[in-house]
């Protein structure tokens, strides 16, 4: 597969935003209102940090990476086209690690962080070779835009399960 990659620009940054994630979005958490998406859409945030991927011209998602506190590993956030199918997915990201180990010589490793009920792309990326670490932190971590959308809490407005992040990571040197 063929992908071309250049940065994000507004235009497709504003359809990412419009895109229809339910829930259980299996690959970001990107809600109307949310820290991600006030960064998401304004520009001179991305800087040379988001990148989108189009193949024959259809724009299938972007990839951020940070590698500003330590050169040799990167983190990446990937955000793929709700409708992709598995194989659409794989591509996706290994086109993004192709991509760092092209064009950031000091970067050893890749890593990437999945809540605990994004099993679909924790398993994505378990077949491609990313080690899973195991939960990162649990509660606490940006909980707000959950508990807003009732998503991880009873009628109290108790927490009813415990979503952790999980860290996974992959060396491409």
Not at 8 to 27: C, G, H, M, R, V
Not at 139 to 149: A, I, K, L, T
């Amino acid at each position: 597969m063929s992908y071309k990659i250049s940065k994000l620009t507004q235009e497709n940054a504003e359809k990412i935003a419009a895109w229809p994630f339910s829930k259980d979005y299996q690959w970001t958490v990107l809600g109307k209102g949310s820290e991600n998406e006030y960064y998401l859409l304004r520009e001179n945030y991305r800087k040379d940090y988001y990148f989108q991927i189009e193949d024959d011209n259809k724009f299938l998602g972007y990839f951020a990476i940070n590698n500003r506190i330590r050169k040799e590993a990167a983190a990446l956030q990937i955000v793929i086209d709700p409708e992709a199918d598995e194989k659409q997915e794989k591509d996706f990201v290994n086109a993004v690690a192709d991509f760092v180990k092209e064009n950031y010589p000091d970067v050893i490793s890749i890593n990437v962080m999945a809540y605990s009920y994004q099993t679909k792309a924790i398993k994505v990326f378990e077949e491609l070779g990313f080690e899973n670490h195991g939960v990162l932190s649990s509660f606490g971590h940006d909980m707000s835009s959950y508990e807003e959308d009732g998503f991880n809490v009873n009628e109290k407005g108790e927490p009813t399960q415990e979503i952790s992040l999980i860290v996974l990571d992959k060396r491409i040197r």
